[in-house]
């Protein structure tokens, strides 16, 4: 079947202005203009730009100007500016439909054929033309060379292992080919992270052995003081990393801050695609201000007044405080869903490098056990005042895979049931303590470690400890910094830890299902089965238990699935196995989130989904529409 995808989309979700005549110009920018160092509006728009109808979406006209305020707590965390900008090829829409973004349209044929269709005239925020040759440099030059990939163009170009046919037909045209279905390719661009699919040729082909003059090329290593041209390239281009002010970029706000610290400051995209129907260029705020914090700072400094949107940071915990600042500080504290399948989700580590402890995790009976021991009801009482809902991870109610009875699963508090698998499974020795003994006589200690970054993980775990205690286990924190953590848990050290669960907990048919499948190590529950499978059997191990097994056929018979009525078949039975096998205990979903918004900050929604995928956070719900009232 022949599909084009998207166009009644585009022709329902966006209206046209009348001329490029209507277009009206940056304040911010008129210096500039008018010196003749930066071209009009009209010639810096795309021919067909992307026009936002705002009544549509119940929202209203903004005005360009102001400097919204923001914290991370992190300065690696200026690439949320990517998340939140949200300026992807493809990208959700508010009912969770992926429609043209970047791209002026796209035709999509059985899922195999994919053609790719620009905006003529679309620039770089440095002005030089976005085309198909930004495409093909990332292909043939960026993906494809051993020196600057050396695992070659990433994973979800892969279809049975195989790469896809890449040509570039004319400058705003650009076909990807499979002889299989790739159900992945659209969604995978949505992402909170995107994987970046072209690069500005322009600018980093002086940085490459094969376009640049080889004098030139040493002076810049030597300026740089790098050894190698490809680690120069990869130095420089970080389309995500967003930390090169010189790196051309698509997205609303461009870095303006160079060797930051503590703030950041990032100024509006001359060169910006979206526009609204009053010719207004988006985004609406001019200046983006981003200070970097200590974590347990952002509530206070929100209920200071000291930022004008911020959710980063924030915890359901911080809602009191937040809540008496409003008066003083004119702004307002709105509670989002939260999209995660889990708030606080604990994962034993199946490739535990413990033979013994490996072998006890790995029975079934201990995981659903010491869910079903797990007082759920207290967690939500004292953590949430009740307003978080209770049971394991699953999905949300807004997926069409939510089954009741999967949220419940081994999740009612039923310690005399906890009880009796573990005895079940033979645990029946104790120590002077009442500690349950292994076979091999050692004590039941369960060692759960943490990023030590959110207070309510403690908390729920400091009631977790007497829950467990009552069935005879011993739960001891361990709170470590984030990256020494995943490398515990990546290398096998970890006995089991505590994260959210997954980032999406409402996917549809079209979703990649690849996250409940055994192969990708950032799934706490089994780092070396993910490891083999992204490094194609080079490193980890082979899963070698039947339900992740079968999880993994499950998920590449999606991959092979042409229709969405099988794709959502397959999506079922893995969100069953989940809820079955509890490979993840979840512990509490939908929490709220606290979205601090100035007063003077307008079309912030009230109501919305926070969630890192699908929604980017901020990025879905379109920051380059918030505007200044005054």
């Known amino acids: 079947m022949f599909k084009k995808y998207f166009f009644a989309a585009v022709m329902t979700a966006f209206a046209t202005i009348a001329s490029a005549a209507d277009l009206q110009e940056s304040a911010f920018w008129r210096a500039e203009v008018d010196a003749g160092d930066l ?39 200026v690439r949320q500016m990517v998340v939140y900008g949200y300026a992807r090829l493809v990208g959700y829409n508010a009912r969770y439909e992926l429609v043209p973004d970047i791209l002026e349209s796209i035709v999509n044929e059985d899922d195999r054929k994919f053609t790719l269709n620009l905006r003529f005239g679309h620039r770089w925020s440095d002005g030089h033309p976005f085309t198909s040759e930004d495409f093909r440099y990332w292909w043939e030059d960026v993906a494809n060379n051993e020196l600057l990939s050396p695992s070659g163009p990433v994973d979800f170009l892969r279809v049975d292992g195989k790469l896809p046919t890449v040509s570039f037909p ?83 706000w461009m870095l303006a801050t160079k060797d930051g610290k503590s703030r950041f400051l990032f100024v509006r995209n001359p060169f910006y695609h979206r526009v609204d129907t009053n010719g207004v260029q988006l985004p609406y705020v001019d200046v983006v201000e981003m200070q970097v914090v200590a974590p347990g700072l952002v509530a206070a400094k929100a209920n200071a007044g000291q930022v004008d949107l911020q959710a980063r940071g924030l915890d359901f915990k911080d809602t009191a405080i937040l809540k008496k600042g409003e008066a003083n500080s004119d702004y307002t504290t709105h509670l989002w869903g939260n999209g995660t ?107 759960i470690e943490t990023a030590g970054e959110r207070q309510e993980v403690e908390n729920a775990l400091q009631i977790i400890v007497d829950n467990w205690k009552d069935v005879g286990v011993k739960l001891i924190m361990r709170p470590l910094e984030r990256d020494i953590l995943r490398n515990r848990i990546y ?88 809820a079955d096998q509890v490979f993840a205990i979840g512990i509490l979903n939908e929490a709220p989130q606290p979205v601090v918004a100035s007063n003077r900050l307008k079309n912030v929604p009230s109501e919305a989904i926070w969630a890192w995928s699908p929604g980017a956070h901020f990025g879905m719900h379109r920051p380059d529409e918030f505007f200044f009232a005054d």
Do not use: C
Not at 175 to 202: C, D, G, T, V
Not at 374 to 380: G, L, Q, V
Not at 392 to 409: A, C, D, H, K, Q
């Open 491 to 578: 290398s096998g050290d970890t006995m089991a830890a505590t994260w959210f669960g997954w980032d999406n907990g409402i996917p549809q048919s079209f979703t990649s299902p690849s996250y409940l499948a055994p192969w990708d190590q950032a799934f706490f529950a089994w780092p070396k089965w993910g490891q083999f499978h992204q490094t194609s059997g080079q490193a980890g191990e082979a899963p070698d238990l039947p339900a992740a097994i079968r999880l993994s056929k499950l998920a590449e018979a999606w991959n092979d699935a042409y229709a969405a009525a099988d794709r959502g078949i397959i999506w079922q039975e893995m969100v069953d196995i989940h």
């Open 341 to 447: 399948a889990s708030q606080i989700a604990i994962y034993f580590n199946l490739n535990y490098n413990d033979d013994g402890w490996r072998n006890t995790m790995r029975d079934v009976r201990l995981r659903r056990a010491l869910s079903l021991a797990i007082n759920r009801k207290i967690i939500n009482k004292s953590l949430y005042f009740g307003l978080a809902k209770e049971g394991g991870m699953t999905v949300l109610p807004i997926s069409p895979f939510y089954r009741e009875e999967n949220r419940r699963m081994w999740a009612d508090y039923d310690p005399q049931q906890a009880n009796d698998l573990l005895d079940d499974m033979g645990l029946i020795e104790r120590d002077k303590d009442g500690f349950r003994l292994l076979s091999d006589g050692r004590p039941m200690w369960i060692v």
């Open 39 to 77: 071209p009009r509006v009209s010639e810096r728009m795309p021919s067909t730009p992307l026009v936002i109808d705002l009544e549509r979406r119940n929202r209203e006209f903004g005005r360009q100007g102001g400097t919204l305020r923001t914290m991370v707590t992190r300065v690696k965390d």
């Open 170 to 252: 004319d400058e705003t045209t650009v076909i990807y080919e499979w002889k299989k279905p790739n159900p992945q390719f659209l969604q995978s661009m949505a992402e909170a992270r995107p994987p970046f699919i072209y690069r500005p040729a322009h600018f980093l082909k002086k940085l490459h052995a094969k376009y640049a003059e080889e004098e030139e090329l040493i002076e810049m290593l030597y300026e740089a003081r790098v050894r190698s041209w490809p680690a120069l390239h990869n130095r420089s281009d970080n389309m995500y990393k967003f930390d090169n002010p010189d790196l051309p970029t698509l997205q609303p």
